[in-house]
């Protein structure tokens, strides 16, 4: 079975501070994870994936990470964090052919908050 | 535009009654899902269809009954609402591959009173 865990459920940055959202994972399989942003009363964006090969990912608007098999981690971060970062983070993972028959779970996610 | 839409965007109904709401996607995916997102933004997967075929039916009250009449329409019946139905569902779509990410409708608000 998979799960995962975000740690901080809300976090506040300077704009043009360092973006970390962390997100650790827990899977019997090799897993599938993602990240995916939520804007206010909008659906799910894809940021980025990792599946296989280079643990270090880059998705959209500046973020990327990386995937640490030791520390069953996926944090995600950007370098500077701009106003329209703000929005609600989520971390997913799926097995690969886990009898979960394809089910991406979800975190709790992590709300951005930007300050000026 | 390519793209998973949902219809109605928002939904206010009474206890007791009965809904639909519907999901479309034009981007050539076989696998449907539905999702709900409860008030603390938690998102759950309620159900999944993959070229019209039930396979993910998690522990979901039967007063909610999908129906994919094909691989580009799933809908979600709900009978008999309850209060604590009130949530935001999304609907999404992808490819059949473990690898393959989801794309998501922009929900449907759905108001209990």
């Known amino acids: 079975a998979q799960s995962v865990t975000q740690l901080g459920s809300h976090v506040s940055v300077s704009e043009g501070a360092l973006v970390l959202l962390r997100c650790n994972y827990s899977s019997s399989v090799p897993p599938y994870l993602f990240w995916y942003v939520q804007y206010p009363n909008q659906g799910l964006q894809l940021l980025l994936k990792?599946?296989?090969?280079?643990?270090l990912v880059k998705g959209i608007n500046g973020f990327e990470a990386e995937f640490k098999k030791s520390e069953t981690s996926f944090h995600l971060t950007k370098p500077s964090a701009h106003m329209s970062d703000a929005a609600e983070y989520f971390c997913a993972v799926r097995g690969h052919g886990s009898s979960n028959t394809g089910k991406l779970i979800f975190g709790q996610g992590t709300t951005l908050q930007v300050k000026p | 535009d390519t793209a998973v839409s949902q219809t109605p965007k928002y939904l206010v109904t009474q206890m007791g009654n009965d809904k639909s709401i519907k999901c479309e996607q034009n981007l050539g995916h076989d696998t449907m899902y539905w999702y709900k997102q409860d008030s603390k933004k938690f998102l759950k997967i309620m159900f999944s269809?993959?070229?019209?075929?039930?396979?993910i039916n998690e522990t979901v009250p039967n007063r909610f009954s999908p129906k994919s009449p094909d691989k580009a329409h799933l809908n979600l019946h709900i009978n008999s609402l309850e209060l604590g139905d009130s949530a935001v569902y999304f609907c999404?779509?992808?490819?059949?591959?473990?690898?393959?990410?989801?794309?998501f409708g922009n929900g449907t608000r759905l108001t209990v009173t």
């Open positions: 990792y599946t296989t090969g280079a643990t």
């Open positions: 269809y993959n070229n019209k075929e039930l396979i």
């Open positions: 999404a779509s992808s490819l059949g591959q473990m690898n393959s990410p989801l794309h």
